[in-house]
T-cell receptor
Framework: AQSVTQPDIHITVSEGASLELRCNYS??????LFWYVQSPGQGLQLLLK??????LVQGIKGFEAEFKRSQSSFNLRKPSVHWSDAAEYFC??????????FGAGTILRVKS | GAGVSQTPSNKVTEKGKYVELRCDPI?????LYWYRQSLGQGPEFLIY????????DSGLPNDRFFAVRPEGSVSTLKIQRTERGDSAVYLC?????????????FGPGTRLTVL
């Protein structure tokens, strides 16, 4: 069965510092991978997605992610974090039947 | 344009009661999904519709849960004989059509509390 692991429950970074959020997936075939962000009281918003092709994908708000098949990873990165990036981030894999299987999420706190 | 809307935003009920949660998808979106997000967890799939029919209801936890989409637009998630373990945020998402390449657009959720 498909699964997603986000090893870090909480991460704190200083404003302006770089960010990397880890995601590992388990899926037999070529995965469809997603990163969503959830702010308090808001719905999940798609940051970026990977289906095929270039393994480095660009998303909104300056985020990018790199698909590494050999490591079953799809880590999210941002070179310089802004205070408004504080939120919860979810990695997801597109599973059989078009459902999404999500990780447990990583809460990002930004120090000023 | 308007996004996915869900009503109510909060629902408090007593154990054993019946509740209905409503989802209004983005106009024209044919695929609709329900997920449940428990505290400290990521969303978990419950059911999805293509048009009026449930294409996959494998995520519904038991027969107390049921969902309908009679006209292929608005959907209602129904929970009978609620239990404290049903407390969670119920998320609805819609997509232009049923395909893995399509983004799922999420609503803000309904927070259900069962006392």
């Amino acid at each position: 069965a498909q699964s997603v692991t986000q090893p870090d429950i909480h991460i704190t970074v200083s404003e302006g510092a770089s960010l990397e959020l880890r995601c590992n997936y388990s899926y037999g075939a070529t995965p469809y991978l997603f990163w969503y962000v959830q702010s308090p009281g808001q719905g999940l918003q798609l940051l970026l997605k990977y289906f095929s092709g270039d393994t480095l994908v660009q998303g909104i708000k300056g985020f990018e992610a790199e698909f590494k098949r050999s490591q079953s990873s799809f880590n999210l990165r941002k070179p310089s974090v802004h205070w408004s990036d504080a939120a919860e981030y979810f990695c997801a894999v597109g599973a059989d039947g078009n459902k999404l299987v999500f990780g447990a999420g990583t809460i990002l706190r930004v120090k000023s | 344009g308007a996004g996915v809307s869900q009503t109510p935003s909060n629902k408090v009920t007593e154990k054993g009661k019946y509740v209905e949660l409503r989802c209004d998808p983005i106009s024209g979106h044919t695929a609709l999904y329900w997920y449940r997000q428990s505290l400290g967890q990521g969303p978990e799939f419950l059911i999805y519709f293509q048009g009026t029919g449930a294409a996959d209801d494998s995520g519904l936890p038991n027969d107390r849960f049921f969902a309908v989409r009679p006209e292929g637009s608005v959907s209602t998630l129904k929970i009978q004989r609620t239990e404290r373990g049903d407390s969670a945020v119920y998320l609805c998402a819609s997509s232009p059509r049923l395909a893995k390449y399509n983004e799922q657009f999420f609503g803000p959720g309904t927070r259900l509390t069962v006392l």
